[in-house]
């Protein structure tokens, strides 16, 4: 992981590292901000548990290397979890030369840990989207 990128002290603050560690493109960067339980609901609706697999989800959309924009649109906390209502999209010209739009409203699950620091427990970029199956 680089060490240039500090973890959220704030829930608030969970949106801002990830849109950081994202554009950085770097896929070590992002798993650090997850915790070693978290899960991602892929596209298709299935729930990942396996960290690489959640790599190579998160390198899926990395490696078009268009920034990442994002800003929470809700952020409720009970405690020690949070969940983060965020709107994001990645646009432009992807390295093909074709035109790249993704995006969509996420519902997020963050957890303070014993370290006082947030991290994703489930990633959920597309909320309540309708998946459509592999």
Known sequence: MSESFS???EPEGVVASLVERFNSGE????MALYEPDAVMI???GRTVTDHAEIA???ERDLKYGLPLEAKA???FVAGDIAQIVLDWSIDGTGPDGEHVHLGGSAS???RRGADGLW????????GTA????A
Do not use: E, F, G
């Not at 896929?27 to 992002?30: E, Y």
């Open 42 to 44: 892929a596209k298709d």
């Open 27 to 30: 896929v070590s960067a992002m």
């Open 108 to 110: 997020d699950v963050a």
């Open 73 to 75: 649109r809700h952020v």
């Open 7 to 9: 973890l959220p002290t």
């Open 130 to 133: 309708v998946r459509q199956p």
């Open 56 to 58: 190579a989800l998160l």
């Open 119 to 126: 991290r994703y427990v489930i990633d959920n970029a597309l």
